[in-house]
């Protein structure tokens, strides 16, 4: 089974907790794997981002884990969902929008002022909630971040364009098509074969 730390981050996970989520599925010599399987890695992925403290549980004496996490993979698909409606410029299902809508309600986040060596900066901390509602609160305010930033002076949400891939990220640059150079360097091999085959 893939690990967390197994991939090579796309452009956009090291500053978007939601596009780190819907990542954690994707494909891998033409498998599906999900770096979220169960609730050992789900819990390991929101310890490593900082989402649920390490000495945190994923679940409760008389919760089952494999439950919660699956919480978590559902908030996945929801969000994914929502950036493929964004991409193309269409509506989104209600049930995916209600899945974030009530992720955000159930460990709301208020603005807070922090201040360190760089200034002050505007932050968030959870009004209340447990230590699971809060991490999945955050990645839904994230993803409702990503899913409103005008495209103006900010990078743009984008799925990689290699075929089989299906990775997110956050745009660099305006020309920038894939997630990764592997998947830019597949994109050009493939090119390179079909014009060296129509020339023979």
Not at 15 to 21: I, M, Q
Not at 74 to 84: C, H, I
Not at 170 to 186: E, F, I, K, P, V
Not at 187 to 198: G, M, P
Request: hydrophobic content about 45%; glycine content about 8%; proline content about 6%.
């Amino acid at each position: 089974m893939r690990d967390v730390d197994d991939m090579r981050a796309a452009p956009g996970e090291d500053v978007s907790f939601a596009v780190a989520l819907v990542n954690t599925r994707h494909m891998r010599a033409g498998t599906e794997v999900d770096l979220l399987a169960d609730a050992a890695t789900a819990g390991r992925w929101l310890t490593k981002r900082g989402l649920l403290p390490g000495a945190a549980r994923l679940a409760g004496p008389d919760d089952d884990a494999d439950a919660i996490a699956e919480r978590l993979r559902v908030l996945r698909e929801a969000v994914r969902t929502l950036f493929a409606a964004r991409f193309a410029g269409g509506q989104p299902p209600a049930a995916d929008l209600a899945l974030v809508n009530a992720t955000l309600a159930d460990a709301p986040l208020v603005p807070s002022l922090t201040w360190d060596g760089a200034g002050p900066r505007r932050g968030e901390r959870p009004a209340g909630g447990d230590p699971l509602a809060v991490a999945l609160a955050r990645v839904a305010s994230d993803a409702l971040v990503v899913l409103t930033a005008s495209d103006g002076g900010r990078p743009g949400l984008a799925p990689c364009a290699a075929h089989g891939c299906i990775r997110w990220f956050l745009r660099t640059h305006a020309a920038r098509q894939w997630c990764s150079n592997r998947c830019g360097d597949r994109v050009r091999a493939a090119r390179h074969y079909a014009r060296r085959r129509t020339q023979s």
